[in-house]
């Protein structure tokens, strides 16, 4: 089965610790992405991926890291420095990064991330 | 930052009903696209209408662009129960990423 995968589907967080959370895709997709969401909100970009080894932060990167080492895995890590990690966050994955015509994503089912 | 914004921000139809539900925007796009998210899970794509478009179709669904007016609607014919869910419109401008709105959540009465 091709798609895109996220785990834990929930994670509890003690304040102070640093969190990784996972995204996984066997679609042989270029581009990978980081969402947050907030109850009644829409999604907001944390970082993007256009290509292994290159990363770029989105409209909310404080407090974020992540790695792009093989093209199949985007891990996204929660650090202490983000002061309202409570989120649902969603991973996402495309053919390529923007500029084309043909931009559709793939999300992962998401990971509930509640600080304790 | 957020581009799109849909309207309303919820919607409740009698099932066979059809429900519709209209995106704004801000600067140009290359494409814009829907999205459904049932509650709690990852979101899926729906459809997506490039800026030469005015019109496309899929299933049940209907969307249309008017690049003038900088808007979009997403139409949902004969709606089922099925169709409970929060629908998003996204825009591409061209800048690597896809701006999303906060959306319109749909509850369809049995």
């Known amino acids: 089965d091709g798609g895109i995968t996220q785990s834990p589907k929930y994670l509890f967080r003690k304040e102070g610790q640093n969190v990784t959370l996972s995204c996984e895709q066997n679609l042989n997709h270029d581009a990978m992405y980081w969402y947050r969401q907030d109850p009644g909100q829409g999604l907001r970009l944390i970082y993007y991926?256009?290509?292994?080894?290159?990363?770029q932060k989105g409209d909310i990167a404080e407090g974020y890291s992540v790695s792009r080492e093989k093209k199949e895995s985007f891990p996204l890590t929660v650090t202490s420095a983000q002061k309202n990690p409570t989120a649902f966050y969603l991973c996402?994955?495309?053919?390529?990064?923007?500029?084309?015509?043909?931009?559709?994503?793939?999300f992962g089912p998401g990971t509930r991330l509640t600080v304790l | 930052s957020q581009q799109g914004e849909e309207d309303p921000q919820a919607l409740s139809i009698q099932e066979g009903e059809n429900a519709t539900m209209n995106c704004s925007y801000k600067t140009s796009i290359n494409n814009l696209q829907w999205y459904r998210q049932n509650s709690g899970r990852g979101l899926v794509h729906l459809i997506l209408?490039?800026?030469?478009?005015r019109e496309k179709h899929s299933g049940r669904l209907r969307v249309t662009l008017d690049t003038s007016k900088k808007s979009s609607s997403l139409l949902i014919t004969a709606s089922r129960a099925a169709d409970t869910a929060s629908y998003f419109c996204a825009t591409d401008s061209n800048d690597y990423k896809l701006s999303f709105g906060a959306g319109t959540t749909v509850t369809v009465r049995a």
């Open positions: 991926s256009q290509i292994v080894n290159d990363f």
């Open positions: 996402a994955s495309s053919i390529r990064g923007g500029g084309q015509s043909y931009n559709e994503q793939f």
């Open positions: 209408i490039r800026s030469n478009e």
